[in-house]
């Protein structure tokens, strides 16, 4: 009799748990820190509630979010859509508490673990607001710590709001890869963007030097235009079903000379569904005008040659490229 008691126990907790887990699709948001506007506080915790609620629903049932309410802007909900494409995703807490912090544009609430599943990848979100909490941005987040230690480590008020800026930057230009964003990348980079990239290469050697050398590997360099570079991206795009890419060992430095110049290095990880590899990026950036930065630069190298890390010393930085006004 007590086994089938236990038995009929089992049976009702597991069902209790399929039926709350069913049901369960509201995640809800409140706000760690307070704001001077109440108004504006409980507009963001709303609508940012709101948006995560929508997208697990949207995902348990296996549709296409639709994302109608006055809680998004135009520009915001075209941006979801994109990642939806390329990946669908759900929010994987019911609830959180989180910071809301001040952003160069108006507000963000970061650290919203979601799970892609095409891409089976649990990321964190940013979700951008305006001064009246509507969402206007959404984007990948880059990792915690590496967003912070950018941060701290500014030397002036201006020089902070100015990283903020550009890790904003860095982030939407992630995620315009994670959602296959041509259209986004045509417009970063310049018309006469250089691109380079960098390819692992067995050395070729004379007969005689056949044994010394084998095995050593050099990387060489091929240069693009921008519309070569896009070209294949946009048939890269075209050939995968996800574009996941992880940022890493983020460096900012500016130009010694023009104030509005920026290099951005950073490590990537570079994964889809039917390629992966990790490399060192540089990516040298126009901030003169802040709400359109333009990418005049775009290396990449592999991160191993010969078995090896690439030395520093060997990766491009600010100091490779001259600058004619």
Not at 186 to 212: C, E, F, H, N, P
Not at 215 to 227: A, F, L, P, W
């Amino acid at each position: 009799m007590k086994i089938q008691y236990r038995l009929i126990a089992i049976l009702f907790l597991l069902c209790a748990i399929g039926i709350d887990s069913f049901a369960q699709h509201n995640t809800s948001l409140e706000l760690e820190n307070k704001l001077d506007n109440a108004l504006l506080q409980k507009a963001i915790e709303e609508n940012v509630s709101a948006l995560l609620t929508d997208l697990n629903t949207a995902y348990v049932e296996e549709k296409v979010p639709q994302l109608h309410g006055n809680y998004i802007s135009k520009d915001a909900r075209t941006s979801v859509l994109a990642m939806w494409e390329t990946s669908r995703f759900y929010c994987v807490e019911s609830w959180m508490m989180e910071k809301c912090l001040n952003s160069a544009t108006g507000y963000q609430v970061r650290n919203i673990p979601v799970f892609m599943k095409e891409a089976n990848d649990q990321l964190d979100l940013v979700i951008g607001l305006d001064a009246s909490g509507v969402i206007n941005d959404v984007h990948v987040a880059l990792e915690v710590q590496q967003y912070m230690s950018v941060i701290d480590a500014n030397i002036s008020v201006t020089d902070l709001r100015r990283r903020q800026v550009i890790l904003d930057f860095v982030e939407n230009f992630r995620t315009a890869y994670n959602r296959k964003d041509i259209d986004f990348l045509r417009q970063v980079y310049s018309d006469d963007a250089l691109i380079i990239t960098g390819k692992v290469v067995k050395q070729q050697t004379g007969s005689d030097q056949v044994l010394k050398s084998l095995g050593e590997e050099k990387v060489i360099y091929q240069t693009q235009t921008k519309q070569e570079y896009l070209t294949k991206l946009s048939q890269v795009f075209a050939n995968n079903e996800y574009v996941n890419i992880l940022f890493d060992e983020i460096e900012i430095s500016q130009h010694p000379k023009w104030d509005e110049i920026y290099g951005v290095a950073f490590k990537q990880d570079w994964n889809t569904s039917r390629y992966s590899d990790s490399g060192y990026v540089f990516l040298m950036i126009d901030f003169k005008d802040e709400a359109n930065p333009i990418i005049h630069v775009r290396t990449w190298q592999p991160e191993k040659y010969n078995g090896k890390v690439m030395p520093k010393e060997e990766r491009f930085d600010l100091g490779a490229f001259e600058i004619v006004n």
